[in-house]
């Protein structure tokens, strides 16, 4: 153990001046990586919980280098959510979609976890829709389960939105550094709030600059829009300020996005919440479908194709929180479809059971049971322009329970508990079904699969995309580089 966390420390601790050609050193962390590798692949085939894949495309900027990372997410037996690369490999060309399927494909195989994948999440910041579709087909094909085929699912959607504004993110940025990091542009900057000052204008008062993400560029320069119009008048060097119908967009997906900001690249939020956020998200863009925002129509567009892939899976892990269960899929299906809600969630209803009974099954054998699923009422409550969640806790304060209702299957019994409350305070999901494992032990274990799922792929890879990136591994080949990474994620930091 000390000399794991000496290795994790050695790893941290490297300088970009460091001369990586050590043979020695070399050999050190493709020995660590051969032995953890051994060990992981002992402890995935002892784990009885199902996997979930994310399958991300990153560039190395200096080598034009584009790597596949696979990467396993899972909950363990101590309810502890863990991450483990599989494998990080360069890609020779990016549109070989069949190629990229088959080596996933064969990935899985070689962990020898192909009947236990729950999801497969794909960052398509580099596919098309086609691509996707392909290799979904290669990397589901040996998958015998009721329900795999609904766990393809695709979290971009707050970067495709970045994406189709890449021209006036751009100029934002560019605008943002020139009133920060230039002296003239700081003197015109201060000089152009004065006037806007003078001439009644709205001013925030918080009108500093973040830089940090995309969405902090959106956000902090339409706090000074009007400051910015105002300097493209008075001074000739400022060009790149956006013209009226590019701010109007800037609005426009800054509606759309923001409710996407508080949970992109947060790991500690279930994905359970997840649902009603993309039904606010729909909600904004029913609104701007009326507009003349081409984007906005192209947005929506992205947005069905995602809901497609991921409302199911995202839907049985909202039942699964006890804030939430059936009552915010009804919610949110009557969003989403309109008069078509009750139909679709009656199709719902039936892949919650078909879900169920396969976790069951494979405990005991089930016997027959009426079904409370079956006579589910669809009470009425008005969504106006509340929030998802906000117009669920008009029916939590109603919810009852039945004490006598022992009689019932497992799914059933927990459905018919009261929902517990949404008072803002923090909820461990986790240890709350570890708590109640043994009362709901196949409802527990749908929890540990399904709340391991990654709402983001960008955290997932943030920090194996510094790595790759880094001066300091520059002269490393890319087996050496996948040796690398994946051996600093393989090692487990010693618990003081």
């Not at 426009?252 to 994905?271: E, M, N, R, Y």
Request: charged fraction near 25%; charge should be negative; include cysteine.
């Amino acid at each position: 153990m000390a000399e794991q966390e000496t290795f994790k420390n050695f790893v941290k601790g490297l300088q970009p001046m460091f001369e990586f050609q050590s043979k020695d050193i070399l050999s050190y962390i493709h020995r660590i990586y051969d032995e953890e590798k051994e060990k992981l692949q002992l402890y995935f085939d002892k784990f009885a919980s199902k996997f979930n894949l994310t399958v991300s495309l990153l560039k190395n900027n200096s080598e034009k280098t584009i790597y596949y990372c696979l990467i396993s997410h899972f909950i363990d037996d101590g309810w502890e959510l863990k991450r483990k690369i599989l494998a990080l490999k360069t890609l020779e060309h990016i549109n070989g979609t069949k190629v990229l399927g088959e080596i996933i494909r064969s990935l899985v195989l070689e962990w020898n976890i192909s009947n236990k994948v729950c999801s497969i999440t794909v960052d398509n910041s580099f596919l098309n829709d086609s691509m996707v579709d392909k290799i979904k087909e290669i990397c589901l094909s040996d998958q015998g389960s009721v329900y795999s085929d609904h766990w393809f699912i695709s979290f971009t959607l707050l970067e495709d939105g970045f994406r189709e504004m890449d021209g006036i993110i751009f100029k934002l940025r560019k605008s943002i550094e020139y009133v920060t990091e230039t002296r003239h542009g700081k003197l015109k900057f201060q000089e152009a709030v004065d006037q806007v000052k003078l001439q009644g204008g709205k001013l925030w008062d918080d009108l500093s600059f973040r830089l940090e993400s995309d969405f902090d560029i959106l956000d902090s320069a339409l706090r000074s829009r009007e400051i910015f119009c105002k300097l493209e008048q008075i001074d000739d060097n400022f060009k790149l300020n956006p013209t009226m119908e590019e701010w109007k967009n800037a609005v426009a997906l800054q509606s759309c996005l923001k409710c996407f900001d508080d949970i992109k690249g947060t790991q500690c939020l279930p994905v359970s919440l997840y649902l009603p956020k993309l039904c606010d998200t729909y909600k904004k863009f029913l609104q701007l479908e009326k507009s003349s925002h081409s984007f906005v129509i192209l947005m929506k567009r992205k947005f069905d194709r995602y809901w497609s892939l991921s409302n199911l899976a995202l839907a049985v892990a909202s039942v699964l929180d006890p804030r939430l269960k059936f009552k915010i899929v009804e919610l949110s299906y009557r969003v989403i479809y309109g008069h078509d809600s009750k139909m679709r969630l009656n199709m719902f209803h039936k892949v919650l059971r078909d879900v169920y009974y396969e976790y069951a099954s494979e405990a005991k054998n089930l016997t027959s049971s009426a079904s409370v699923l079956d006579d589910f009422n669809c009470s009425t409550i008005g969504l106006g322009n509340d929030s998802i969640l906000d117009s669920l806790s008009q029916f939590a304060s109603a919810s009852n329970f039945n004490e006598e209702a022992s009689w019932k299957l497992e799914l059933e019994l927990y459905l018919d508990e009261p929902l517990l409350p949404m008072d803002g305070a923090f909820f461990d999901i986790l240890g709350w079904w570890r708590d109640k494992s043994q009362r709901f032990p196949i409802l527990a274990k749908m929890a540990q699969d399904f709340f391991a799922m990654p709402v983001s792929i960008s955290t997932s890879c943030s920090n194996i995309s510094a790595m790759i990136n880094n001066p300091a591994y520059s002269s490393l080949n890319p087996e050496s580089m996948e040796a690398l990474v994946c051996s600093e994620n393989w090692l487990e930091t010693p618990k003081e």
